[in-house]
């Protein structure tokens, strides 16, 4: 099963470089994304952080321009039809991680969440661990289009960091809940790291998909 090593595009080279540059920019945003909490939990100067924030917001943007772009090529010129619809299906939902990734980062530089000492190892692992989720999603997708045979390897490193990523959240959340922080401060932290891990539980709702659609495309 998934031994397939062919690419997609023996007759689309510019399809194919759309998206593979769209892959570039997931793998990118993932790359930010760590630089941005490094930023946060390292500097004083949120003027720092401000720039990581516009950074992964001018990638963000690039990755929806290329998403519209591979769309309407594939609709305009009837482009590999019998995957069209999966194609689609799997753009959208990487772009959604990517638009997670932006919205943490500009959640960090906006609220500057006050995190007390004994959870920013935590926090900090947490988002390490769906940075990884994002990452290894984009090079599963990646796999899908030019060697499945990588797809099954790399879906599931994705399960495997949304499953520690879980259990990352609910160390800190106990943490959270049992602490003497007032209760505004302990919904604040709560909210944010629901929306941290969000991008890990995509990430795993991302490959549940790609793993049908490479099956499929293996019959």
């Keep these: 099963m998934f031994k397939l090593k062919i690419s997609l595009f023996s007759k689309t080279k510019s399809l194919e470089a759309k998206i593979d540059s769209f892959h570039d920019k997931i793998i990118d945003s993932a790359t930010i994304f760590r630089k941005a909490v490094n930023t946060f939990f390292s500097s004083d100067d949120f003027d720092d952080l401000k720039k ?3 950074q992964i ?9 290329l998403r519209r772009e591979i769309e309407n090529q594939l609709y305009a010129q009837n482009l590999l039809p019998n995957l069209q619809a999966d194609i689609l299906k799997l753009v959208e939902s990487l772009d959604e991680i990517n638009n997670h990734f932006d919205k943490v980062v500009y959640k960090f530089y906006i609220e500057r969440p006050e995190i007390p000492e004994n959870l920013k190892r935590n926090i900090i692992k947490l988002c390490n661990q769906v940075a990884d989720s994002g990452e290894y999603m984009g090079i599963a997708s990646r796999a899908f289009f030019k060697d499945l045979s990588a797809v099954r390897d790399y879906t599931h490193k994705v399960y495997l960091m949304e499953q520690e990523s879980d259990e990352t959240y609910n160390t800190i959340k106990k943490a959270i809940f049992k602490s003497d922080l007032p209760l505004a401060n302990k919904l604040q932290l709560d909210s944010f790291i629901n929306r941290i891990t969000e991008i890990a539980d995509i990430a795993e709702d991302c490959a549940d998909e790609l793993l049908i659609f490479t099956l499929k495309r293996d019959i």
Excluded: Y
């Excluded at 917001?57 to 321009?65: G, I, L, P, R, T």
């Design 57 to 65: 917001k001018k990638v963000e943007h690039q990755a929806d321009d």
């Design 52 to 54: 990581v924030s516009k």
